[in-house]
């Protein structure tokens, strides 16, 4: 297994509208192992493939937060089927937005339909950070990102902090040479 690299905003692959998988192959089944991989040892409780640069509609989740029995779920072109009339709200953090959190409301719980990793159509019905979770990772497949569900002034706050950590980070790599 590999870790892949995170891709965080301000970045155009987070902001486009990614492509469903057509056939479930041992490529697709290693990529979401890395996404795993990648998501734990971040470490994060969920991944969609646009954050490390594939726009595949793949997401991973795992909210156990429980090294000894983890409950990682791998999920194929993920769709929300039903949402519930009661929302919660979380304050949510994302692995493409480091060290930035706002809370964001979203109905509380949903169903998701999915092809798991054998391609094998799921129905999961989720609720609490669940539920939560697989939200946010399928707006990532949207180009949606948390952020985009709070207010502009607040979401420019932030994508501004972003830009200027990523010009920082920049400037002191091209003094490395
Ligand atoms: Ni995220």
Known sequence: MTILKIYTAPDPVLKK??????????ETRTLLNDMLETMY????????????GVSQRLIVVDVSRDKENP??????????????????????????????????VRPARVTVRYLDENGKSNTLEADGLLATCIQH?????????????????K?????????????????????KL
């Open 17 to 26: 509208i990614a492509a469903p998988v057509v056939t479930v192959t041992h």
């Open 41 to 52: 040892a971040a470490p994060g409780i969920g991944l969609a493939a646009p954050q490390v």
């Open 71 to 104: 409950t990682p779920y791998k999920m194929i072109n993920p769709e929300i089927i039903a949402v519930s009339d009661d929302d919660s709200s979380y304050e949510e953090g994302c692995l493409s937005l480091p060290q930035h959190y706002a809370d964001v």
């Open 137 to 153: 990772e399928i707006d990532h497949l949207e180009g949606i990102l948390f952020v985009d569900h709070i207010s502009a002034l």
């Open 155 to 175: 979401r420019n706050i932030i994508l501004r902090k972003l830009l200027k950590a990523k010009k920082e980070q920049q400037e002191n790599a091209a003094h």
